[in-house]
């Protein structure tokens, strides 16, 4: 209550001080002795901004949640990938798909990048939130021993699984089971865009544990889509 009275004093002196002044002397006076406020009112705004999408975020039902590693050449623009494939699904306002594209892991590398990186992903298998893996051949065969993936073979209909049985990577589950654990990206709607001829296949990782199999299966018809 001091502090609002001090300030409604502080106030109404001003006003007594801006009718003297010219216009860009009120300008340069509210400038400088109202800037400190003007921060805090923008703070207080971004706050509640930042609050705000947080809250509508939570209020949002997530179709599908994807992260893309290395992308070295932007063959996955996360943003870009979301907006049209929400537009491929239909959404409505009150769902979202997630993508994320800014993941690099490199294996036994002590950069605090990368093993942020690792750790996002390790956290959110843990969390069984995240739907599928788009990385590198090499590491699509170092998680595969260890991550809970889907059999391809088992999982997708046969109208994927015919023309892709031919890109599937076979590799050891956490049981020793041979299984198809990741489908190569190569000739899709993404690797179209690679810029060399040499540039090295992505591979998509199903886990075994995802209540999105239809948003999925309708992920791999969109990147396949001729």
């Given amino acids: 209550m001091k502090f609002l009275q001090r300030l409604k004093n502080g106030l109404s002196k001003d006003r007594q001080t801006l009718r003297g002044l010219s216009f860009w002397q009120k300008v340069r006076f509210v400038t400088d002795y109202y800037r400190g406020y003007a ?3 923008l703070c207080l705004c971004a706050v509640g901004f930042y609050v705000g999408d947080i809250f509508m975020q939570s209020r949002r039902e997530t179709v599908l949640e ?3 590693t290395n992308d070295e050449e932007n063959l996955f623009p996360a943003k870009e990938i979301s907006r049209e494939f929400g537009e491929y699904l239909n959404l409505s306002p009150r769902q ?3 993508f994320d594209d ?3 892991v490199q294996i036994g590398s002590s950069i605090d990048y990368h093993t942020a990186s690792q750790g996002k992903i390790v956290a959110y298998v843990s969390a069984r939130e995240l739907d599928f893996l788009v990385t590198t051949r090499e590491l699509a065969q170092y998680y595969s021993p260890g991550f809970p993936l889907a059999d391809l073979e088992e999982f ?3 109208h994927l699984l015919l023309p892709l049985k031919d890109r599937f990577l076979y590799s050891q589950d956490p049981y020793g089971q041979t299984k198809a654990c990741a489908v190569s990206l190569e000739g899709s709607r993404f690797e ?4 060399s001829d040499q540039a090295a296949p992505h591979y998509l990782m199903i886990f ?3 209540e999105h199999r239809d948003a999925v299966i309708r992920f791999l018809e969109y990147a396949f889509e001729e």
């Fill in 39 to 41: 921060f805090v009112f």
């Fill in 102 to 104: 800014s993941l690099y």
């Fill in 208 to 210: 075994s544990y995802t």
């Fill in 192 to 195: 179209k865009k690679a810029a």
């Fill in 96 to 98: 979202q798909v997630i």
């Fill in 66 to 68: 994807g992260f893309f």
């Fill in 156 to 158: 997708l209909p046969e």
